[in-house]
């Protein structure tokens, strides 16, 4: 039997994840035509089935299928991982009006890359996968100058390894990174390229995100008491897959559901003491289903949490015309 659970906190929602989904909603209530996402808005399966069927909103992965959708929406709405200017450009050319619900975090690094590129550097961008949207859309922002640098122990797929990786001029060389990435992996994989490269320059403020580095301390903190973990993530979530990692290798034991459903196809065999979290993009109400059902198979479950919620807020985003001004 399972005699407690340790909630972490802060778990689920961060602030840009608020922000993006708030943006959908709005827009969703006052568009008198369809809304559509460019991406999953987040990266959660709950979020964006309940948008769609509750909201009717669509979700493309190509900008051109937005003027042949039922309803002819013309409202097209960035998800919260960014997009490069391409996805921009094609937009005004379409004639799209723009909700961007990039996270401001996120936008912060774009920023980072357009000013280095400017300046001539050649960018190491840290990642986990070339295919994420957020390396795409940072990566977009200067792709001549930019080369993907996997994470520690991520190669391959289009991602250079930190210790082979070359650049054409090793005195001008600056490292950024996705902001959801391990924290631990992301400072070893920058020494070994301050290594490599001694000028490599570090701007003065982290790219990963503070959610990331909450979640992640709190999984650190919780890991030591506990027999296992349960973090509530879809699997392309890159900061929930992180905590899975982190947590396996804090507890040794840890184990990923999409919701409450999932338990019944868990091993929790010998766990007296359970931690849960869930990823940035994870609707709480899920992890409560989590606990109610650990609840009605253990009747003596003792769920505790201690820790801090964040409070941090980012402005909603506007709703610009195809030619750039706020309607
Ligand atoms: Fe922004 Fe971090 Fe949340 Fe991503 S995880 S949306 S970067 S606050």
Same mark, same amino acid.
């Given at each position: 039997?399972?005699?407690?659970?340790?909630?972490?906190?802060?778990?689920?929602?961060?602030?840009?994840?608020?922000?993006?989904?708030?943006?959908?909603?709005?827009?969703?209530?006052?568009?008198?035509?369809?809304?559509?996402? %460019?991406?999953?808005?987040?990266?959660?399966?709950?979020?964006?089935?309940?948008?769609?069927?509750?909201?009717?909103?669509?979700?493309?992965?190509?900008?051109?299928?937005?003027?042949?959708?039922?309803?002819?929406?013309?409202?097209?709405?960035?998800?919260?991982?960014?997009?490069?200017?391409?996805?921009?450009?094609?937009?005004?050319?379409?004639?799209?009006?723009?909700?961007?619900?990039?996270?401001?975090?996120?936008?912060?690094?774009?920023?980072?890359?357009?000013? %280095?590129?400017?300046?001539?550097?050649?960018?190491?961008?840290?990642?986990?996968?070339?295919?994420?949207?957020?390396?795409?859309?940072?990566?977009?922002?200067?792709?001549?100058?930019?080369?993907?640098?996997?994470?520690?122990?991520?190669?391959?797929?289009? $991602?250079?390894?930190?210790?082979?990786?070359?650049?054409?001029?090793?005195?001008?060389?600056?490292?950024?990174?996705?902001?959801?990435?391990?924290?631990?992996?992301?400072?070893?994989?920058?020494?070994?390229?301050?290594?490599?490269?001694?000028?490599?320059?570090?701007?003065?403020?982290?790219?990963?995100?503070? &959610?990331?580095?909450?979640?992640?301390?709190?999984?650190?903190?919780?890991?030591?008491?506990?027999?296992?973990?349960?973090?509530?993530?879809?699997?392309?979530?890159?900061?929930?897959?992180?905590?899975?990692?982190?947590?396996?290798?804090?507890?040794?034991?840890?184990?990923?559901?999409?919701?409450?459903?999932? $338990?019944?196809?868990?091993?929790?065999?010998?766990?007296?003491?359970?931690?849960?979290?869930?990823?940035?993009?994870?609707?709480?109400?899920?992890?409560?289903?989590?606990?109610?059902?650990?609840?009605? &198979?253990?009747?003596?479950?003792?769920?505790?949490?201690?820790?801090?919620?964040?409070?941090?807020?980012?402005?909603?985003?506007?709703?610009?015309?195809?030619?750039?001004?706020?309607?």
């Amino acid at each position: 039997m399972i005699e407690r659970a340790l909630l972490a906190k802060p778990r689920g929602f961060c602030a840009g994840v608020v922000m993006a989904i708030g943006a959908v909603e709005k827009a969703a209530r006052q568009e008198d035509r369809p809304v559509t996402v %460019y991406h999953s808005i987040v990266h959660n399966h709950t979020v964006v089935a309940r948008l769609e069927r509750e909201r009717g909103v669509h979700f493309v992965e190509d900008l051109d299928s937005v003027p042949a959708l039922p309803g002819g929406g013309d409202t097209i709405v960035f998800s919260a991982h960014g997009v490069s200017p391409l996805v921009r450009a094609r937009a005004r050319e379409l004639g799209l009006s723009t909700i961007d619900a990039t996270c401001p975090l996120v936008t912060k690094v774009h920023t980072e890359a357009k000013k %280095y590129a400017r300046e001539g550097y050649t960018i190491l961008l840290i990642g986990d996968s070339a295919r994420h949207q957020e390396v795409i859309g940072t990566q977009g922002e200067a792709p001549e100058a930019t080369l993907l640098v996997g994470v520690l122990g991520k190669t391959g797929e289009g $991602l250079h390894d930190p210790y082979t990786v070359r650049v054409p001029d090793p005195e001008r060389v600056v490292v950024l990174t996705q902001t959801t990435l391990s924290v631990d992996d992301t400072r070893r994989t920058v020494d070994i390229l301050k290594a490599r490269f001694p000028a490599l320059l570090i701007p003065p403020s982290e790219d990963l995100c503070y &959610a990331t580095k909450n979640r992640q301390d709190e999984v650190k903190r919780i890991a030591k008491q506990v027999d296992a973990f349960l973090v509530v993530t879809s699997t392309h979530s890159s900061n929930g897959m992180r905590l899975l990692e982190l947590a396996e290798a804090e507890c040794g034991r840890a184990l990923r559901l999409e919701s409450a459903a999932d $338990l019944d196809g868990l091993n929790l065999e010998g766990v007296r003491t359970v931690g849960i979290t869930s990823a940035a993009s994870t609707p709480d109400d899920l992890v409560q289903a989590v606990v109610e059902r650990l609840r009605a &198979a253990n009747p003596a479950l003792v769920v505790s949490e201690e820790g801090e919620w964040e409070h941090i807020e980012f402005r909603e985003p506007k709703k610009l015309g195809p030619n750039g001004m706020a309607l």
